[in-house]
């Protein structure tokens, strides 16, 4: 059994403390939000924010959650996420989707620090997000358009 802190709230798991905490969330807390890819953390599509920082949670163990919170989909909000969330839909970024989930998070936490990325910003924060389908630009200009309020589309 651990204690850990999500979204908010404060949830008691039991679970192993190997586990990893993408099993944690989707399995024992049923937050399907959060995507499971590769299991390696080289796709993104797990990513949650740890007291803000992005981390993978397909190789984050519960062990290393500790008093920290978790933030997942399901949690995010702020002026950034909504800025995000309309600066998609606006742009029309999401083509399968299944990405989407860990570039939003990966983009929130982005925003959170640098609220007026270069470029460079944007593709250094989402290096290490894969879209298979391969909507980078529309993603690097709904994060643009997030920061600056624009309405520009690609």
Not at 94 to 104: D, L, R, T, W
Request: aromatic share 4%; charged share 20%.
């Amino acid at each position: 059994m651990a204690t850990i802190k999500i979204n908010g709230q404060t949830v008691t798991v039991n679970a192993e403390p190997d586990t990893p905490l993408l099993w944690v969330l989707r399995g024992e807390l049923k937050m399907v939000g959060t995507k499971f890819g590769c299991g390696m953390a080289l796709c993104g599509a797990c990513t949650v924010h740890l007291n803000g920082e992005v981390v993978r949670s397909c190789v984050t163990p519960l062990s290393a959650v500790g008093d920290r919170e978790v933030t997942t989909i399901e949690g995010l909000h702020g002026k950034e996420a909504e800025a995000l969330r309309h600066a998609w839909t606006e742009i029309d970024v999401v083509q399968c989707g299944y990405c989407q989930v860990g570039q939003m998070m990966s983009a929130a936490a982005l925003l959170k620090k640098n609220p007026h990325p270069s470029d460079a910003d944007v593709d250094a924060a989402m290096s290490g997000n894969i879209c298979r389908c391969g909507t980078y630009p529309r993603i690097r200009a709904a994060i643009h358009m997030a920061a600056n309020g624009s309405s520009d589309k690609v």
